[in-house]
């Protein structure tokens, strides 16, 4: 870059140092906190593990927890199969009828308030009778992540040197082998990304969980919410941060996946 | 120009009176492209294209970028299919075929080659589909590694490869399969200059050894003229020409062919017959140029004569004439106004009397100045009347 | 037919699954709460009436169908509790919004600006944080901002402030808790347009004499458009219908849409109310919504 173009580089620096510290900070000072003895949250007591054994005593909060990993994975495998198949028919459909309601259904809950989309499946499970638990909030959660999915799998594929799927026909395959042997390898990490993608949203989620949900079978979510309203509690600090760590977990191998699916593929070409 | 060449149907079949005689297919053809139409919206990319390709032949299709060559490659491989025409192979019409029951072979310009694959699985690729038993596809990898020269190579994956490298394995993955014919769009195009030249050679020598069919996409006229036995001239979905590296640069059948193959002087003119098998045509530019062996098709009042660069010698006095011979050159006078010195020859610029510009190059034979002009100076152009040829406007 | 028509029948076969998955959990909800926001309110099981039973033949069903009526949503136009409700959810996201562009940029711009092998370190910084819960994120700045959290006692410690200062339940800790929560959606879109930028066209620039300032003034910032529309987009559209934010940081004096709906439809069991806000609320985000598909239409197929 030119030299005189980076006299607003300390700007530059200080700008994304400070949103960065903004970003953070709570979140560290949070997994401080739960290591705190005291009772008093924001009194400091040394460093102890008290509020992690809470949490695994807490009976109800444990529930809430495993609900929402049933929900997350089931939800997180459904939405990838759905979403990987809508990205497929979106960049390899060309026209056809339909394809603006299509892509409009299916990127919709991107932005859609959350609200919405909660209130209207839950009109549609009343409407079918539907008992509501488990698997109410699973659909709802996979129509809220397939188009997450959708939008990961359809920006690599768009990326894809389509010269490979040609390639492939022309040794001797037929397009569904062709998509099977070369185009699905190339792909698979933006699908894993998109899989990962799907399952925090999933045990991120509360607005459509609440809705969707029935009596009995609370998300984490929920059951972090309503203690939240009651005030601080030291035992949320212990859950947020396992909860955190879970999550840091994910998007490390997520980013490892990316990275690989970001090499493959366009580096083909060779110019 | 483009009114020129929209001229209701030029058959493009290489017959014209020409020093060598054309012997495009053999017979019958292995590919026959007939009367192949493929518009995409409102363009034509190819318009009522035919054209016989022999077996063993070293085809290259040529022409300037948009000219529909690339999209006649594409159909002959199955990723487009014709509006109109057929497509024979072998005098099987192949031209609704799918990509994959077709038995020819494309090499891509980009190489596709699979980012996920190892070099050994690239080759491979296309012998499992097949279903060829483990051990063959075995020994046929090993065969096409050793063609293409990547022993120790194969468990590479394409990343991991060179640009020149890449460009051997793609074509040893589409040689694989032993196609009748093999494609290739571009195959030079993405090396570096040197590289690109050490590759014609070994391209063309594979070809000869082989036997194959290869037809050769490209817009490079050296690359062209280099490689192959016969060239197709392509211009706005038609061909212009088919002919001979030599017969297309010495004979093209049209002012667009002598200016797109090539450097040439063109003079406008109306011809009238001379004595002795000759045509003597009235140019505007440069008076009256004798030329060789009147094109049989001479009933148009307006003609255009070519001459190429490297035949037009320029003297101080011009060249010492018999008394007999005065008409056995064309001889003009002008001034020199440019001089580029491009090594092994140098092209000079001479402004007419008239005002027209004149390009002569002459070949450095000499280390030393023995026959250089300097801009500014008074010369003498000519060259012979068999130099010359007379096209239709 | 060309090679793209040959792959587009299969592909189109595979997208019937989460089309018809759509249909029936998207396109087939909204529906429902388009009629049941023209219902009246009854205390049932379901709460609403009429309620559409085909078995019941078709003179059940016109009587149905007469008995919708728009009641709800004059009730909307005309309560001042809906109207300042709906006025408040756009003064929020319209402020939000801008203070989240105004802090997005630099942040933005500042990434752009990093070398290549750093560019991808702040990008994974900026999301991670998206993937952690949006809830939690709450929650930690509830742990910050309580009348005896670390804000304050720094506060007290540095003598700023001589009494612990109410933050939280005021519109500043939501203001607050908005901006934290969406930033990484405002930087994403901004540094996307950002980094594809060719930095040559900001070198011509000021090789043709524009000072830095009118170099981002006249270069970078008009070619960053797009960018600033997705984030605006990004943003605007979900804060409108934001919930949890108000809930938990803000006073409960005035409340967003989203909270309005939330009430009618937990606490008052109003289902055709908290419907037809809904549909209001939806009709509200129409043109940005659109706005929105278009550019992420036009950006999942631009590289094709």
Same mark, same amino acid.
């Given at each position: 870059m030119a030299s005189n173009l980076n006299r607003l580089s300390r700007f530059n620096l200080a700008s994304l140092a400070l949103g960065l510290a903004f970003l953070y900070l709570p979140i560290v000072i949070l997994v401080i906190y739960s290591f705190n003895a005291s009772r008093l949250v924001t009194v400091w007591g040394g460093w102890s593990l008290r509020w992690y054994t809470e949490f695994f005593n807490d009976r109800a909060m444990l529930d809430a927890a495993w609900m929402s990993c049933r929900v997350a994975l089931a939800s997180a495998t459904l939405a990838t199969l759905l979403g990987t198949l809508a990205a497929v028919g979106l960049s390899r459909g060309e026209r056809f009828k339909g394809r603006m309601l299509f892509s409009g259904m299916l990127y919709a809950p991107l932005v859609m308030p959350e609200i919405i989309t909660g209130l209207s499946l839950l009109l549609l499970f009343v409407a079918l009778n539907a008992e509501r638990g488990f698997w109410t909030v699973t659909f709802a959660h996979t129509t809220l992540t397939i188009c997450f999915v959708a939008v990961v799998v359809q920006s690599r594929l768009g990326a894809l040197d389509r010269s490979l799927e040609e390639a492939a026909m022309d040794l001797g395959c037929s397009p569904a082998r062709a998509f099977a042997a070369v185009t699905l390898p190339l792909i698979v990490p933006a699908i894993a990304a998109g899989w990962m993608l799907a399952l925090t949203l999933s045990l991120d989620d509360l607005v459509i969980a609440s809705f969707t949900t029935g009596p009995g079978s609370e998300t984490l979510p929920i059951r972090i919410y309503s203690e939240v309203r009651l005030g601080v509690k030291p035992e949320i600090n212990a859950i947020c941060t396992l909860v955190i760590g879970l999550i840091a977990m994910v998007i490390v191998v997520a980013s490892f996946a990316s990275k690989l699916s970001s090499t493959r593929g366009e580096s083909a070409a060779p110019l | 120009m483009a009114e020129q060449l929209s001229q209701p149907d030029p058959q493009p079949v290489a017959e014209s009176a020409t020093p060598e005689p054309v012997t495009v297919a053999a017979d019958p053809p292995l590919l026959r492209i007939d009367g192949v139409v493929k518009t995409f919206g409102a363009v034509r990319a190819v318009d009522r294209l035919s054209l016989d390709i022999g077996a063993g032949e070293f085809f290259a299709l040529l022409g300037p970028s948009g000219c529909g060559k690339t999209t006649l490659l594409r159909m002959l491989a199955g990723f487009e299919t014709p509006d109109q025409g057929r497509i024979l192979l072998d005098g099987k019409d192949i031209a609704q075929m799918l990509p994959h029951q077709r038995p020819v072979n494309m090499m891509f310009q980009n190489y596709a080659l699979f980012p996920h694959l190892s070099v050994r699985d690239n080759i491979a690729f296309g012998l499992k589909r097949a279903r060829m038993p483990g051990s063959e596809i075995a020994a046929r990898v090993a065969e096409m590694v050793a063609l293409v020269r990547l022993e120790g190579l194969e468990k590479r994956k394409p990343d991991q490869l060179s640009g020149g490298q890449r460009q051997r394995v793609a074509l040893a993955r589409s040689l694989a399969r032993r196609p009748r014919v093999l494609l290739l769009d571009e195959p030079l195009a993405a090396l570096d200059k040197k590289l690109r030249e050490s590759t014609q050679a070994e391209l063309m020598e594979l070809q000869r050894r082989l036997g194959m069919t290869f037809i050769v996409v490209t817009h490079d006229q050296d690359e062209a003229m280099t490689m192959a036995d016969h060239i197709g001239v392509m211009d706005q979905g038609r061909l212009e020409q088919v002919a001979t590296p030599r017969q297309l640069y010495e004979a093209p059948r049209s002012r667009w062919v002598a200016e797109f193959v090539g450097d040439v002087n063109l003079f406008e003119g109306e011809p009238r017959p001379d004595e002795a098998g000759r045509i003597a045509v009235a140019t505007r530019d440069a008076g009256t140029i004798f030329a060789a062996e009147p094109p049989d098709t001479l009933t148009k009042t307006k003609v255009c004569v070519a001459v190429r660069p490297e035949k037009v010698k320029l003297s101080r006095r011009g060249p010492a004439l018999d008394a007999g011979h005065a008409h056995a050159v064309n001889r003009l006078e002008g001034v020199v106004t440019e001089v580029s010195y491009l090594g092994g020859l140098t092209v000079y610029k001479v402004k007419l009397d008239s005002g027209a510009v004149l390009r002569s190059s002459m070949a450095? @034979?000499?280390?030393? #100045? @023995? #026959?250089a002009y300097s801009v500014a100076q008074r010369v003498v152009a000519w060259f012979a009347p068999d130099d010359c040829v007379v096209l239709e406007q | 037919m060309s090679a793209r028509r040959i792959f587009a029948r299969p592909a189109r076969f595979a997208a019937i699954a989460p089309y018809l998955w759509m249909v029936l959990f998207f396109l087939v909800p909204f529906g429902f709460v388009l009629k049941i926001s023209l219902s009246q309110t009854v205390i049932a099981q379901p709460p609403y009436s009429p309620v559409f039973d085909l078995s019941e033949g078709f003179a059940a069903i016109r009587a149905a169908l007469a008995a919708l009526s728009l009641d709800n949503f004059r009730l909307l136009v005309s309560d001042d509790l809906y109207v300042l409700s709906y006025l408040r959810s756009l003064v929020v996201a319209a402020v939000s919004t801008s203070i989240l562009l105004v802090i997005g940029y630099p942040i933005a711009y500042g990434m752009a600006r990093l070398p290549r092998r750093w560019q991808s370190v702040a990008m994974v910084l900026v999301i991670v944080p998206f993937w952690t819960s949006f809830l939690i994120r709450i929650y930690a700045w509830i742990n910050i901002l309580q009348h005896d959290g670390l804000l304050n006692r720094i506060l007290l410690a540095l003598h700023l402030v001589s009494a612990p200062v109410v933050w939280l339940s005021t519109d500043s800790a939501m203001y607050l808790g908005i901006v934290y929560s969406y930033l990484p959606f405002m930087v994403l879109p901004l540094y996307a347009t950002l980094a594809k930028m060719e930095p040559a066209l900001e070198e011509a620039a000021s090789d043709l004499g524009a000072s830095p300032r009118l170099v981002f003034w006249l270069v970078t910032f008009p070619l960053s458009l797009p960018g600033v529309a997705a984030g605006i987009l990004l943003c605007f559209i979900p804060i409108v219908g934001e919930f949890v934010i108000p809930d938990l940081l803000a006073g409960s004096d005035s409340l967003m849409i989203g909270q309005t709906l939330w009430l009618e439809f937990f606490t008052n069991k109003d289902w055709p109310v908290a419907s037809a806000a809904a549909v209001l609320l939806l009709v509200l985000l129409l043109v940005p919504l659109l706005f929105y598909e278009r550019l992420q239409r036009r950006q999942l197929e631009g590289g094709r």
């Open positions: - | 450095n @034979t000499a280390r030393l #100045e @023995t #026959e | -």
